[in-house]
Every structure is written in C-alpha cells, then in structure tokens.
DNA sequence: TTGTACGCGTTATCAG
DNA sequence: CTGATAACGCGTACAA
C-alpha cells in the first residue's frame, strides 16, 4: 500500500512490484484531499496577484507556477483586483483550503486586515507591496522631507515578523533612470505617473534624489493613473505649460504609462528621442515594440515569482527562510533616449 | 453543529445563535479539506491556460476566476506552455486534487490523451482549441480545398462527447477582416503569420473564403511566429518582392503579430494607413497604443473565461450544459486601415 | 518485512 | 428538532 508506492526502504522488491501492478490495473490514485486530512497540510500554495490581465503579474504568477510545479505543489489562485477587502475574502478562502503557503503580490491592504491580528500559521510571502496611500500623501511625496516620505511608507508597509518579502528596488531603479538622463546632459527633468502607492512613492523619492545628488532642479511631478490612457492625458497637460519650462526628458511612473507619454508628445509634433527622451519602468513585452523601442528599468518578474516560492518551501521544510530580499533592476537601453536637443 | 452553520431550514433560532457564538469564539473554519473528503467532490476547479504572461489568457483566466469566485470556487491554475506533455501532467494533477471541474484553454494537445483514453468523470470544457499540426498542413492550408482544411481541422479536434467547448469564431473574423479591407477598396491584401496551429488554419481560411467571394486574387500568405519579432521579419522579407506585386493591405494573424508588420512597413518607409493598411486580430490591450492604433477584431475574452467556468457549474448541477459555443468578434475600426493609395 | 487498527474534520444518517 | 455515530481515503504507529 503507501510504503510501496512511496519508495520506502523497508519493502521487499517483489512485494513493490506487485502493489504497482495491481495499482496500475485498477488505475489508481492517491487522492491528495485524503492525504491532506491526515497530513495536515496540503501541497497547495495560495497566490493571489492584483491583476492576471497584467502581464506583468501574469510574469510573476508563471515564475510562481513554475517553481511550484518542479516542487510538485499546485498553486491556487485569486485575483484581488486591488482590492483590500478581496484581498481579505480571498485569503480567508486559502486558509480554508489549508494551503501550504500564501503568497501575497501587489498587497493592496494593510498586512495587520489578513489574518485578524492574529500569526498566521502558514508561512506567508508578500511581492512587491503595492500599498495604497490615502491621497494626501501625494503632495508629501513631491515636496516632503525623504525622512518623512521614507517613515511613511514605512509606516504602512510595516510586517509582523512572520511574513517573509521579496520586493523591486524602485528607489534605486528610479535613481539609476535619473542618472541615465543626466549622464545623457538633460538638465530639465519631468515625472509622469506619481500616486499615493507604494512604489511610486518609491520611485518618485529616487527621482528626487537623483536630481538632488546631480545638483539640478526638481522638475514636474505630474500624476496620473498608471495606464497609457493616464500617460496620455498628463502629458497633454504637462505639454501646455510655456516652452522654456518644457523638460527635455519625462521620466514615467511604468511602460505602459510611458507609452501613452510618448503618443502625447507624438500627438504635439515633438519627436522622441530627438526633442524629447522618454524613459519607462518594468520593460513589459510591449516595451521593445513601442515606436521607438522604450529605454527602461527591467524588474526580474519571473525571478521575483520563483523565490517567492522558493520562500515558502524553504519555511515548509522549517529552514529560516531569508526575511526579506530587495531585488535590483536592470537599465535597458533603447531607443526612446538620446541626448537633449543642442547638444 | 453543521446544520446551524449552513442554515438548514430544522434548527432552532437559539440553537442556532449559540453554536454561532461558539464558532466565532473558537475562530472555527470549517475545513474544505474534510469536507472534500467526505462529500467526494471539492470546491475546486482546474485551469490549465498556455501561459499566464500573456494578457489575451490572462484575460481569459480573469473570467474564469470571476465566475468561479461568484460561486464560491477555488480555481487551481497551471500553464502548459502549449505542450502537450505538460498539459497531461497538469490534468493527472488536477484529478489527484479532486477538483470538481477541468477548464482546459488554448489546447495544443490530442484531447485522446488527456484521460488516458477514459470518460473523465468530472465535467471538462475546451477553450480556444490552439491544436498543433504538422508542418506538412501549411500549405494546404494555402492552397488545399476548403473542405479538405476543414476536414483536417475538425480530425485533430474531434471531441468526445463528454466535452462542452467555447471557440472562438476565427473563420468568420478572418471573412470580416477581410470584408472591411474590400470596403475600403483594397485588391491586394497579404497574410502574415500563418502556422500549423489551428485557430491560423481557420483565419487564412477565412481569410482565402472572403477574398474569393469578393472576386479577388488570393494574396500572398507568409509564415511567422505569433509575435511582434515574427511579423517584424516576415513583413521585410514580404516587402522585398517587386513594388508591382505589393499588397496595399496586410492581414495580420494576430495584434502582436500586427505591432511586428507596421514596425516593419514604417521602416521601409511606408506610411500606415496611408499606403498601407494593417489589421490585427484579438484586440489586446496594446492594440489601442500602438501607432497608429490597431483596426482588429475582438474576442470576447473575459465573456469565454465566464462562460467556461459557467459550463462547469452547470454540468456539476447536473443541468445538460450547451455541448459548444462558437462565440462572433467584433470589428474594431482604429486607424491602421484606410483606403488604399490612389482612392 | 508486512498486516492492521486508528484518527484526521467533516457530513449524512439514524435514533432519540 | 437534536445528539450520537459511521464513513470518506489516506498515513502512521504498533503488532505480528
């Protein structure tokens, strides 16, 4: 019975080969729900991503699968839409299905809403914190002290011991951008895309801070949602301000708003790179296909997806997994930057 | 106990109450997992998609987890890669879990060998039939009888009984892509992105029928990739035949695909639309941000996912479910057609 | 080395 | 209307 299908030692060959046999006569299966029950714990993980329409999590949710699947877990999934209260519903759903193991990207909510205060007893990752700030963060983040901005995000990202995190670097990813920019000779410098999330807090606070450690002025901090529709519109807007004011660069929140940035500043008869660089983040698929191809940040989605996984299985085996990483991006130079004009 | 948690009509209000009280101060969860068990059928269907890092099935799983959601499902997903093999070892996964339900989308495999020739005894539904065929079909599909593709298409996707599916209707999109370049008086229109898979059987299908009821010669149809590289080098390869045989319409397979073709047009230096029109297929995200934007026909993507899962769960009720829906596109007027030069 | 109870947390059934 | 009890299919500990 289980000891000779499990390959345990204390079983003759013969006796082995006779259970299989019959086994595969009567083409059975284990059934993993009863080996759950008595186990006490089910080779299913729970992961729940904000969007599978995204690509980019849809990125994360493959490296997730994949390495669930060498291990041979099953992966249970959920979409939170953002949406703190799913979030909560959905997670509640995973401890019911006694998961292994709860991966949590893109957390929308706060960590202490999951499990009702209390430690979960399963071994939980977060990817990527996309913690929602209430609006008034906004003007902090583009004048605020980096302290302040810094205590704030924080403040709301703060984990119980017990959660592990892999997360982007999107300070340095946006400091590497700015530095990109300027090492190009632009001088007048625009963000597109600043919100009361998480990472583009993040990211705007390295803009800054780039900017800063160049010795050049702040340029524009422009909000807008995180769509091409959003880039489009902002940009339009930001393009009306007078000429000599006009930034020789815009520095936007992700690929996908950048390509509405670039359509705007098409759509005004500015030509990119030649009068006008545009520089994205994420290098989604579409960003080597825009015309002109985007210069961005690459973050390892993929990656990201498998040592999440490889987290809770190093917590399921009871090793002290690493808290928490903070994975570097990559600049990927294209098309979409060049020098400034006159130069 | 039970029957006070699950509001069965013979208990008491009090009774009732008071196990109520109990379980919130127990913080009791009743376990899916036993429950599973004794019931002999889960809360838990299997999706088995090709890949999560694209949006058209990530749009797809969207609907199916919407659904599921709806009706108090779990939904297991795994990505087959479209190989056959692992779409196998997915389905003998899903069957170990004891999930109520199989939806298998974008099916590259035989479906003979998922059961290992068996009725599977839950109910399974086919999405989007994306079978492989051998090379050798390629050109039949170009030059062979109708009746002979139809016959060849049909032969490798032959159902059992025991699967409902939702497809997609690629030969009748394939004939209104072609209608509205007629419309526009386009008399050369080419195809790019033909392969041995079968939705691109069905569009040059559609494609070549339209063209003939139109009393127009049959384009060039070129092979590619389904990508933006792969259309990007088979429209330079297409566009160095003599300027005389030049289409002044290209129908792409599908929108990636399509953002390939006009990189490719713009760098031979022809205008879109203006000397030359390009549409796409799907209608994904990117297709509006492209430029210019994306003539194409959309598949309803979420609405399949919802259908999919909405299958299931009739099945499950026992309710005879609709055998197959063969669902319309839609065309999306954008602004890579147009009329062709010299109209 | 192998056979055999027992129990995992539910639901269903049957007797009170 | 409610309380007790027998499965569900597996892993495991213990006896043979």
Same mark, same amino acid.
Request: glycine content about 8%; aromatic content about 6%; hydrophobic content about 45%.
């Given at each position: 019975?289980?000891?000779?299908? !499990?390959?345990?030692?204390?079983?003759?060959? +013969?006796?082995?080969?006779?259970?299989?046999?019959?086994?595969?006569?009567?083409?059975?299966?284990?059934?993993?729900?009863?080996?759950?029950?008595?186990?006490?714990?089910?080779?299913?993980?729970?992961?729940?991503?904000?969007?599978?329409?995204?690509?980019?999590? $849809?990125?994360?949710?493959?490296?997730?699968?994949?390495?669930?699947?060498?291990?041979?877990?099953?992966?249970?999934?959920?979409?939170?839409?953002?949406?703190?209260?799913?979030?909560?519903?959905?997670?509640?759903?995973?401890?019911?299905?006694?998961?292994?193991?709860?991966?949590?990207?893109?957390?929308?909510?706060?960590?202490?809403?999951?499990?009702?205060?209390?430690? =979960?007893?399963?071994?939980?990752?977060?990817?990527?914190?996309?913690?929602?700030?209430?609006?008034?963060?906004?003007?902090?983040?583009?004048?605020?002290?980096?302290?302040?901005?810094?205590?704030?995000?924080?403040?709301?990202?703060?984990?119980?011991?017990?959660?592990? !995190?892999?997360?982007?670097?999107?300070?340095?990813?946006?400091?590497?951008?700015?530095?990109?920019?300027?090492?190009? $000779?632009?001088?007048?410098?625009?963000?597109?895309?600043? +919100?009361?999330?998480?990472?583009?807090?993040?990211?705007?606070?390295?803009?800054?801070?780039?900017?800063? +450690?160049?010795?050049?002025?702040?340029?524009?901090?422009?909000?807008?949602?995180?769509?091409?529709? $959003?880039?489009? !519109?902002?940009?339009?807007?930001?393009?009306?301000? =007078?000429?000599?004011?006009?930034?020789?660069?815009?520095?936007?929140?992700?690929?996908?708003?950048?390509?509405?940035?670039?359509?705007?500043?098409?759509?005004?008869?500015?030509?990119? =790179?030649?009068?006008?660089?545009?520089? $994205?983040?994420?290098?989604?698929?579409?960003?080597?296909?825009?015309?002109?191809?985007?210069?961005?940040?690459? !973050?390892?989605?993929?990656?990201?997806?498998?040592?999440?996984?490889?987290?809770?299985?190093?917590?399921?085996?009871?090793?002290?997994?690493?808290?928490?990483?903070?994975?570097?991006?990559?600049?990927?130079?294209?098309?979409?930057?060049?020098?400034?004009?006159?130069?």
């Amino acid at each position: 019975m289980t000891r000779a299908l !499990q390959g345990h030692p204390a079983v003759r060959d +013969e006796t082995r080969r006779k259970v299989e046999a019959a086994a595969r006569r009567l083409d059975y299966r284990p059934d993993h729900i009863a080996r759950a029950l008595v186990t006490r714990t089910s080779s299913t993980v729970g992961m729940l991503i904000p969007s599978s329409v995204d690509s980019f999590w $849809g990125e994360v949710a493959a490296g997730i699968e994949e390495a669930a699947s060498e291990a041979n877990y099953s992966v249970l999934f959920a979409n939170s839409h953002s949406q703190p209260e799913r979030e909560r519903r959905m997670i509640e759903v995973f401890l019911a299905q006694r998961v292994a193991g709860i991966i949590i990207a893109g957390a929308a909510g706060e960590s202490a809403s999951w499990f009702c205060g209390e430690e =979960p007893d399963v071994p939980v990752v977060i990817v990527n914190w996309d913690a929602a700030f209430p609006a008034r963060f906004v003007p902090i983040v583009r004048t605020g002290s980096p302290q302040r901005v810094l205590k704030a995000v924080r403040a709301a990202t703060e984990t119980d011991a017990s959660f592990s !995190q892999i997360v982007f670097d999107d300070l340095g990813g946006a400091q590497q951008v700015v530095r990109h920019l300027v090492s190009l $000779g632009h001088e007048r410098i625009a963000f597109v895309g600043a +919100e009361p999330i998480r990472p583009s807090l993040l990211r705007v606070l390295g803009f800054r801070s780039a900017l800063l +450690e160049a010795g050049l002025p702040l340029g524009a901090i422009v909000s807008s949602p995180r769509s091409p529709e $959003g880039g489009f !519109q902002a940009t339009q807007d930001l393009l009306t301000s =007078p000429p000599d004011d006009l930034p020789t660069a815009i520095v936007a929140y992700d690929d996908a708003t950048a390509i509405g940035v670039i359509r705007a500043v098409h759509a005004h008869g500015i030509d990119v =790179p030649g009068a006008m660089s545009v520089i $994205g983040f994420d290098d989604i698929e579409m960003a080597a296909f825009s015309e002109p191809p985007l210069t961005t940040i690459r !973050q390892p989605r993929r990656e990201m997806g498998r040592m999440a996984m490889a987290s809770i299985l190093s917590s399921i085996r009871g090793e002290s997994a690493q808290r928490s990483s903070v994975l570097p991006g990559e600049l990927v130079l294209r098309r979409s930057t060049g020098p400034p004009p006159g130069r």
